[in-house]
């Protein structure tokens, strides 16, 4: 299993006997792919680096390894207003088909250990942070638990503090040169080799993304009512606002007031779209506000 940069976590992970791990840094940057690591070490016959060979090694999927993601629809099918952690996904539940972790965790692994991964911890509803609390605070001993987010800040602090932080940084850009060579793509991945291998495993969509980027620049010059048709094109992608916040420096003058304050527009944009506020008013009012700036 090959891991891109994070050469001193991947020297640490296997000295540490903690449990319970609070794995931070931003997304793409490989905190899930080194989770999957460490939990192919613990069990590989070799140890570790996992030999990729061993039977533990080559199960597909393995036993002993289990990922917790959250739900981003409602029980009746509909799209969640905001993405949860449930209650039964951590905790047995009457009339629930899917093993919860309470359930999964509580039994002896087929190899050596149990690893959990909660990949969205500041998703987790309060019942199932609960839940899962009482785990984290007496956890068999041959399970580890991980918890994946974006910073300690969002998640619980009765989690935080029975974890131990882990945190990731973007890669230098001299590693991700081993993936590439595109300027543009790196610019993208901003130290993410996850972000890399989208661009690269979809360059039409990469393609479609840095295009419409592109559009929504030149539209700036030409007033609100062209950036909202191009903006309007722009967010059918998740990752558009933070690389149209990279790029905006083509436009505006870094050293200018108008600088940060678009980056600010892009930033609250963001944070409505993030509650679900109507799209249509988000576009409207950012399509004003940057073009006004």
């Not at 640490?12 to 791990?21: D, E, G, K, N, Y």
């Not at 590989?44 to 999927?61: D, L, V």
């Not at 420096?249 to 679900?276: D, M, N, T």
Request: charged share 25%; proline share 8%.
């Amino acid at each position: 299993m090959q891991i891109l940069g994070h050469q001193r976590i991947l020297e640490l992970l296997p000295r540490l006997r903690t449990q319970t791990f609070l794995f931070t840094g931003p997304e793409g940057v490989g905190r899930r792919t080194v989770a999957r690591w460490f939990a192919a070490g613990l069990n590989c016959e070799q140890g570790f680096p996992p030999c990729g060979r061993c039977a533990s090694c080559r199960q597909e999927p393995h036993a002993d390894y289990l990922e917790i993601t959250p739900q981003t629809e409602t029980k009746t099918g509909r799209k969640a207003r905001l993405p949860q952690i449930r209650l039964e996904q951590i905790a047995p539940r009457e009339g629930s088909e899917e093993p919860s972790l309470l359930d999964w965790i509580a039994t002896y692994p087929r190899f050596r250990a149990k690893v959990a991964v909660i990949d969205g911890a500041h998703w987790l509803g309060e019942a199932a942070a609960n839940a899962l609390l009482k785990v984290l605070e007496e956890p068999p001993a041959f399970a580890r638990l991980i918890l994946v987010a974006p910073s300690r800040e969002l998640v619980l602090p009765t989690l935080v503090s029975r974890s131990l932080e882990v945190g990731f940084a973007p890669l230098p850009e001299a590693e991700l040169r081993t993936l590439t060579q595109d300027p543009e793509v790196l610019a993208f991945a901003q130290g993410s080799p996850g972000k890399v291998r989208w661009a690269l495993e979809h360059p039409a969509e990469f393609g479609k993304l840095t295009s419409r980027t592109q559009g929504v620049l030149e539209a700036l010059r030409a007033g609100p009512a062209p950036t909202l048709e191009a903006l309007k094109l722009l967010l059918e992608h998740e990752e558009a606002l933070p690389y149209l916040g990279r790029r905006l420096g083509e436009v505006f003058a870094v050293e200018s007031p108008a600088y940060p304050a678009a980056l600010e527009a892009l930033s609250r944009a963001q944070e409505a779209l993030s509650a679900y506020v109507g799209e249509d008013l988000v576009q409207t009012w950012l399509a004003l506000k940057l073009a006004r700036l």
